[in-house]
């Protein structure tokens, strides 16, 4: 069982080690690809090479978020992702990710809503561009699977006994929802709750269980309340040191 257990442990380095070694490798082809498609994009082109170079792009785009979603996860599993401990302000940055994806909304006659507690103190200490790939990982999914209604972010505080001061994040949408017993295995690597979904709306599985693995960094947890048909509510919570004094809203 010893035996067992350390080729299983030295299998799972090896894995993970090539894993990043071949994230590496391809992001660097593909930025060169991504980076001409960008300049042919500003030369004199017909509509129909426009319209190739605009899915090629999408194409490109799109298997580069898969790579860093792979890089992100390695280095999760292998112990390598360090978290930053920087101020930032939290209501900025929800605002931020919420603005990012306005379009993606609108073209689907959506409704953005942040819905912000005033008492919520905003500057907190932590790693903003983690809180902002959770964030938006959240966003992107309420949107992707709600066709027609509402996604709302929320940002309030969260009574804890592990911090004196915790940040609770909501994302709700009126989307398609999930079945109860298809939930606890949404946090899992590749996992989805129809292999026809990957078809009809793209995606890999990764982005849950990373954003899971990155808030448990954080020292917070992550979870889902669903209803099928009716909508979900994605939240997770964050350990949030305050760093500066409370600001009034406008």
Not at 158 to 164: G, I
Request: negative net charge; contains cysteine; charged residues 15%.
């Amino acid at each position: 069982l010893k035996d067992g257990l350390r080729e299983a442990e030295h299998a799972n380095t090896v894995k993970s080690q090539f894993l990043a070694m071949m994230s590496h490798e391809i992001r660097t082809p593909l930025n060169a690809i991504l980076g001409m498609q960008e300049l042919l994009t500003h030369t004199p082109l017909n509509s129909t090479q426009a319209s190739y170079l605009q899915t090629a792009t999408l194409a490109g785009n799109n298997l580069m978020a898969l790579v860093n979603d792979i890089l992100d996860l390695t280095k999760v599993e292998a112990g390598k992702l360090d978290l930053e401990d920087i101020p930032f302000n939290v209501i900025e940055l929800t605002q931020l990710c919420v603005q990012l994806l306005t379009v993606t909304a609108e073209a689907k006659a959506l409704k953005l809503i942040t819905i912000i507690d005033p008492e919520l103190m905003p500057w907190i200490s932590g790693d903003p561009l983690r809180f902002r790939q959770v964030l938006l990982n959240l966003l992107s999914n309420g949107i992707k699977f709600t066709e027609q209604g509402s996604v709302t972010v929320t940002l309030s505080s969260y009574a804890s006994t592990d911090s004196a001061c915790a940040l609770l994040v909501e994302v709700i949408d009126t989307g398609i929802g999930i079945p109860e017993d298809l939930q606890a295995g949404l946090f899992e690597v590749f996992v989805q709750v129809d292999p026809s979904d990957t078809r009809k709306y793209g995606g890999s599985g990764l982005g849950l269980a990373i954003s899971k693995r990155l808030v448990t960094l954080w020292g917070g947890q992550i979870g889902i309340d669903s209803t099928p048909s009716v909508g979900s509510r994605f939240w997770f919570t964050i350990g949030a040191t305050v760093v500066a004094p409370e600001q009034s809203l406008l």
